[in-house]
């Protein structure tokens, strides 16, 4: 079975830190992977999403950047955090072959910025 | 531009009532609908999702229903319980591409649902 795992759980950053948080799935080969921040009180916002390794495609414009260094492996980074960071973030994926477009979440990480 | 209208965003229900939660849609190349729900301070899971070809689909306690004239999608939650307790979420989504690829879901804002015991 697929699991997809996020670290960490949680983090508090000061302003003008940087940042990186990890995705990974297991069990599953050329999955699509997707960053989504949802902020409190409100619905998802997908920020990134990815076919494939080194391919990324960025929703909205921002402050923070995502890589895909391995097939199963999704990174968010930013190199200086804004308070209007702080959410919770959330990694999902789906097959990348399919006839649509089923997605499954990770268990989340917290972001606070001072 | 909000593309998946959700209401309400909150709702109290009696156990053993009918929770039901309604979202409309704008963009008619949509061709996927999912419900989410999730706990605080978890990630959203996977509930109950439904295609454009069919009016209604029905998993134990939960049912879609789907009114592609209207582009209207409402989830139906018979027999509530306390442990429905929870944020649901309704989204949509575009077919995937012909590489395997595919655009993100577009989510509803989310429905805080209570169910009082």
């Known amino acids: 079975s697929q699991t997809i795992h996020q670290w960490p759980a949680t983090l508090v950053q000061p302003v003008g830190s940087p940042l990186s948080l990890e995705c990974t799935v297991e069990?599953?080969?050329?999955?699509?992977l997707y960053w989504y921040r949802q902020a409190a009180g409100r619905g998802l916002q997908l920020l990134f999403y990815?076919?494939?390794?080194?391919?990324i495609s960025s929703e909205v414009p921002q402050n923070l950047s995502a890589s895909r260094p391995q097939d199963r492996q999704f990174i968010l980074s930013s190199k200086k955090l804004l308070l209007s960071d702080s959410g919770f973030y959330l990694c999902?994926?789906?097959?990348?072959?399919?006839?649509?477009?089923?997605?499954?979440f990770g268990p989340g990480t917290r972001l606070t910025v001072l | 531009q909000q593309q998946v209208k959700q209401s309400p965003q909150s709702l109290i229900v009696q156990k053993g009532g009918i929770s039901i939660i309604n979202c409309a849609y704008e963009n008619t190349a949509f061709d996927y609908f999912p419900w989410y729900q999730q706990f605080p301070g978890k990630g959203p899971a996977l509930l109950i999702a439904i295609r454009p070809d069919v009016s209604e689909k029905k998993e134990g306690r939960f049912t879609i229903s789907f009114n592609k004239s209207a582009k209207q999608f409402s989830l139906h939650i018979m027999d509530s319980q306390p442990g429905d307790s929870a944020t649901y979420f309704c989204a949509a989504s575009t077919p995937m591409y012909s590489g395997g690829g595919a655009d993100g879901l577009t989510f509803g804002k989310g429905t805080h649902l209570i169910i009082q015991p």
């Open positions: 999902a994926w789906s097959k990348g072959q399919g006839s649509y477009n089923e997605q499954f």
């Open positions: 990815s076919v494939g390794i080194g391919q």
């Open positions: 069990g599953t080969s050329n999955p699509n």
